[in-house]
């Protein structure tokens, strides 16, 4: 399956950023570094969208990429504590 646009970073933004994004029709690849927040992500909302799609890792990510895919990518701004 192809993208329309990938989001990097699944944290509170991010997640409804692609949900946001989902909603609105468009082919969502999403990612994160941690596995079990993306295992999570892909379970709570897998029914509800069937046009995100989790991938497990980088390299799967940039695979659904149309041409040039944009990429949303949040970072945290500082560290936690």
Same mark, same amino acid.
């Given at each position: 399956?192809?993208?329309?646009?990938?989001?990097?970073?699944?944290?509170?933004?991010?997640? &409804? /950023?692609?949900?946001?994004?989902?909603?609105?029709? %468009?082919?969502?690849?999403?990612?994160? =570094?941690?596995?079990?927040? +993306?295992?999570?992500?892909?379970?709570?909302?897998?029914?509800?969208?069937? &046009? /995100?799609?989790?991938?497990?890792?980088?390299?799967? %990510?940039?695979?659904?990429?149309?041409? =040039?895919?944009?990429?949303? +990518?949040?970072?945290?701004?500082?560290?936690?504590?």
């Amino acid at each position: 399956m192809k993208a329309d646009i990938g989001v990097y970073g699944l944290s509170v933004m991010g997640g &409804n /950023l692609a949900r946001n994004i989902a909603g609105h029709g %468009f082919q969502t690849a999403v990612y994160t =570094r941690s596995a079990e927040r +993306l295992r999570m992500f892909s379970e709570a909302y897998a029914g509800k969208f069937s &046009n /995100l799609i989790p991938c497990a890792d980088p390299a799967k %990510f940039c695979k659904t990429a149309i041409h =040039r895919m944009p990429i949303v +990518l949040l970072v945290r701004a500082r560290p936690r504590k």
